[in-house]
């Protein structure tokens, strides 16, 4: 059988599935963020996979705040990123390297979008705001060579990955954003820099953004190559009719 993006889980006070954010609660820990040191994060790492192993549905549980997203990972362990030493890499066609710290990131021109939030199975988060750098101002920046033709996008979960085409990728509502929900992307949203993808569904949206590769061809992302539509344009693809974000 293929995997399913799983459906959305709510730890529903009778035991059943257990978010992880659950489990931070339970530890006091429920801001755990890119300052917290690595053994701790270790502690609280090992706890969260012990409750997920024990949920059939995969790694779905409510963003506390009432923001109505649902987080998502398909690793168990969520990368620990120190904004001190991250780089966002981006890396033509013919091989050249550019990689860019959140100084730089914040020095670049700024886009605010306020827009929906779309997940494939069925959740939506309305009217939220986003802020970052145009996905296509750090294309422009890198020259990118005539023959690109996608980009390749990593994460630094070291599984999930997605693409675009380029002209998708040069559209003025996708985002490399730093800012979401009125604050810096927190680590759980995939901070401190996650794409946003205005016009598809959430699966676009890769979190723990490490890379931008200018590629010839697109190559299907992790969902994508279990059957999901690389063209993942709200309401016209994978068999929805969702309202555009
Ligand atoms: N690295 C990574 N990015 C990801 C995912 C994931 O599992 N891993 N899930 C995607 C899906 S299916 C959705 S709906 C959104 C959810 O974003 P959230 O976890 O901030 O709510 O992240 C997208 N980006
Ligand atoms: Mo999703």
């Known amino acids: 059988m293929k995997p399913v993006e799983p459906a959305s889980r709510v730890a529903d006070g009778e035991g059943r599935p257990i978010g992880r954010r659950v489990v931070l609660g339970i530890l006091g820990l429920g801001a755990v963020g890119m300052a917290v040191g690595a053994k701790v994060q270790d502690t609280v790492g090992g706890a969260i996979s012990a409750v997920q192993r024990a949920d059939p549905t995969g790694i779905t549980a409510l963003v506390p705040g009432g923001s109505g997203f ?22 033509t066609l013919a091989g050249r390297a550019h990689p860019f710290s959140l100084t730089e990131l ?29 996905l296509v101002d750090l294309i422009d920046l890198v020259d990118p060579g005539t023959k690109a033709a996608a980009v390749h996008l990593t994460s630094l979960d070291g599984t999930y990955t997605e693409s675009l085409t380029i002209a998708q990728a040069r559209r003025p509502d996708v985002l490399v954003a730093t800012r979401m929900l009125g604050a810096p992307v927190t680590n759980d949203h995939g901070g401190p820099v996650r794409l946003y993808v205005a016009p598809m569904y959430g699966y676009k949206s890769l979190k723990w953004l490490g890379g931008i590769e200018l590629v010839p061809d697109v190559q299907p992302g992790y969902w994508e190559q279990y059957g999901y539509d690389t063209d993942a344009w709200i309401g016209q693809s994978n068999g929805r009719g969702d309202a555009p974000a």
């Not at 649902?70 to 890396?91: E, F, N």
């Not at 020095?107 to 309305?126: E, H, M, S, Y």
Request: hydrophobic share 35%; aromatic share 12%.
């Open 70 to 91: 649902q987080y998502y990972s398909v690793t168990d362990h969520q990368p620990v990123i120190d904004p001190a030493t991250y780089r966002l890499t981006v890396r």
């Open 106 to 134: 914040a020095a670049l021109p700024q886009t605010d979008l306020t827009r929906d939030f779309q997940c494939v199975t069925g959740w939506r988060v309305k009217a939220v705001p986003w802020s970052g750098v145009r």
